[in-house]
């Protein structure tokens, strides 16, 4: 029903700047919690960022908390990752995922719900050299 497709990856030096977009297709768009994993080779999968469905909440992982901002335009079903001040331990893959809620809870679980997402992007890869 909802296709992800993210944009915007590319190879950066460190300290430099990425905006990530995930263009969602299909309805109901604002009644999906939103956010971004990524996966470095031979790593576990990680979340990243997570917004609510109106975009009043926002959870990030400690590694990115003041680095990375997450939000969001419903009127464009889009969201989008900030990423300021790259680091080469920033260097995964970044997934753009969906989870549907049914009430507009906040987002402070979505580091908790990876096995619960509900559409996954394809990944676009995000390179920061030293």
């Known amino acids: 029903q909802v296709q992800l497709v993210e ?6 030096q460190a300290g430099g700047s990425l905006r990530l977009s995930c ?3 299909g309805r ?16 576990e999968r990680e979340s990243v960022a997570g917004i609510s469905r109106g ?9 990115v908390k003041g680095r990375f901002t997450i939000s969001r335009d419903n ?5 989008y990752l900030q990423m300021n001040s790259l680091k080469p331990e920033d260097t995964a893959v970044y ?3 969906a989870v549907f809620l049914a009430a507009p809870y906040g987002i402070s679980w979505w ?9 996954w992007g394809q990944g676009t890869q995000v390179t920061v050299s030293s």
Do not use: E, H
Request: glycine content about 14%; overall charge positive; charged content about 20%.
């Open 7 to 12: 944009s915007g990856g590319g190879l950066v």
């Open 23 to 25: 263009a969602a297709s």
């Open 28 to 43: 109901g768009f604002s009644n999906y919690a939103m956010g971004w994993f990524r996966q470095a080779p031979g790593k």
């Open 55 to 63: 975009g009043s909440s926002t959870y990030y992982s400690d590694s």
């Open 75 to 79: 009127d464009k079903n889009t969201v």
């Open 95 to 97: 997934y753009c995922a």
């Open 111 to 119: 580091d908790r719900r990876q096995k619960d997402i509900d559409y």
